[in-house]
């Protein structure tokens, strides 16, 4: 077994004697272990198979609301898209592709796979950004334009299964 200095002095190449001076190197040496923990460890019996969690439940929507900046102006406008329709927001067109959310019961989390185009001013699409979107972390994947942002701000119009009624009071 190393001493603690020892290890030290070896990770940062030092001797013991730069470490400490020669007179101390001799009170840091290596003791010998007794024979009983000299043996090899016993080995560990393998982990117990974690039980592996039933992934989120997922709800799908279909409806996306959205937040845009226009920098020009200052204004933060909120609008909806239903999801595989297109609105124009500037000269940005959002598609949203799938808009998820989790049950009431879960950890609230509203994610959305998303298509903007930009129109040029020679009336040409150009797409600026596909992929998907975290209300919970807008600033992840926001789109990010020299006049505009957008980002997703929720999804609704899903079905979202209500907790199961438990007895009620005085029966």
């Known amino acids: 077994m190393i001493s603690v200095f ?29 024979e009983a923990q000299q043996q090899q460890p016993q080995q560990l019996p393998p982990p117990p198979a974690e039980e592996q969690a039933p992934p989120p439940e ?27 329709e297109t609105v124009q927001f500037g000269a940005l067109q959002v598609t949203p ?13 509203t994610i959305a796979f998303v298509e903007v185009d930009e ?7 150009k797409r600026i950004f596909t992929g998907w979107m975290f209300a919970d972390s807008p600033g992840l994947n926001a789109v990010e334009h020299p006049i505009y942002d957008v980002w997703i701000t929720d ?11 438990g007895p009620k009071l005085g029966e």
């Open 58 to 84: 997922r709800i799908e929507n279909p409806v996306a609301h959205f937040s845009g900046l226009d920098k020009v102006t200052g204004r933060i406008f909120a609008f909806d898209v239903k999801v595989d």
């Open 97 to 109: 592709r799938v808009c998820y959310t989790r049950p009431p019961t879960e950890q609230p989390e």
């Open 155 to 165: 999804c609704t119009g899903g079905e979202r299964r209500e907790a199961p009624e």
């Open 119 to 125: 129109i040029t001013l020679q009336k040409e699409q």
């Open 6 to 34: 020892r290890a030290v002095a070896l990770i940062f190449g030092l001797g013991l004697s730069a470490l400490a001076g020669t007179a101390q190197a001799q009170f840091f040496q290596q003791v010998p272990q007794p």
